[in-house]
């Protein structure tokens, strides 16, 4: 199984909601990360974990709070978002979080901020 | 630091057409590179990747690329398009010892019939 799965797939929310985002990956990999993806435009790093421990926080604001409950699942918190922050959020595991490995990526939650 | 930039933002070909996709590197020790394509409303997915120990490398659906170090490129080809090759593609490079992949800004690839 080299999937990356992710839920929901389109998520709609206001400014003052709270919301979560799922992803989850049964491939035994140690690293987990979230990106944000504006269109036409390449991923941009958010956060890594690493063994369920978080590696790399990219000067994401606070609104956005990730979570690594266990080696196979990793969320993101959403809380006081702004319009801007409206993108395509994609989640991706590796092997381990050395970058000669391969990341797997999960297809994606459209997240719409009104 | 590394970084990588995609020449050509857009590139068209027709099918059966030749696909060349290029991309240039910066790196001031050995790197990683790695070409994902990106169907629309998909994640990525990886196609090959350069871990040296061969410049020339293949991927799936009959994409390579070539390593040149003299050239700091490490473009992607394909000899035949086909018209389920129409996606994004992300030219990415770490480096040996780094925690972090930088991604191109994409070439959008499209193919005529």
């Known amino acids: 199984d080299t999937e990356v799965t992710q839920t929901p797939k389109h998520l709609v929310m206001g400014m003052t909601n709270k919301k979560s985002l799922k992803c989850e990956q049964h491939m035994g990999h140690r690293a987990m990360y979230w990106y944000k993806q504006k269109a036409k435009k390449p991923p941009e790093l958010m956060f890594v974990y690493s063994y369920e421990k978080l590696s790399i926080n990219e000067s994401v604001p606070s609104r956005f709070s990730p979570e690594c409950p266990n080696s196979s699942l990793l969320n993101l918190h959403l809380h006081a978002l702004q319009p801007e922050d409206s993108a395509l959020y994609l989640c991706?595991?590796?092997?381990?979080?050395?970058?000669?490995?391969?990341?797997?990526f999960g297809p994606g939650t459209r997240l719409t901020v009104t | 630091a590394q970084s990588v930039t995609q020449l050509g933002s857009h590139v068209s070909v027709s099918e059966g057409a030749l696909v060349l996709l290029r991309c240039n590197y910066s790196s001031s020790v050995p790197p990683y590179l790695f070409w994902y394509v990106q169907y629309p409303n998909q994640g990525l997915q990886l196609l090959l990747k350069y871990t040296s120990a061969a410049t020339l490398v293949k991927g799936i659906n009959g994409f390579e690329a070539e390593f040149k170090k003299s050239e700091t490129s490490f473009h992607l080809t394909k000899p035949s398009a086909h018209m389920s090759d129409a996606a994004e593609y992300f030219c990415?490079?770490?480096?040996?010892?780094?925690?972090?992949?930088?991604f191109g800004a994409g070439t959008r690839l499209f193919v005529k019939a």
């Open positions: 990415a490079v770490s480096r040996t010892g780094g925690f972090k992949t930088i």
């Open positions: 991706a595991s590796s092997q381990e979080v050395q970058v000669s490995y391969e990341q797997y």
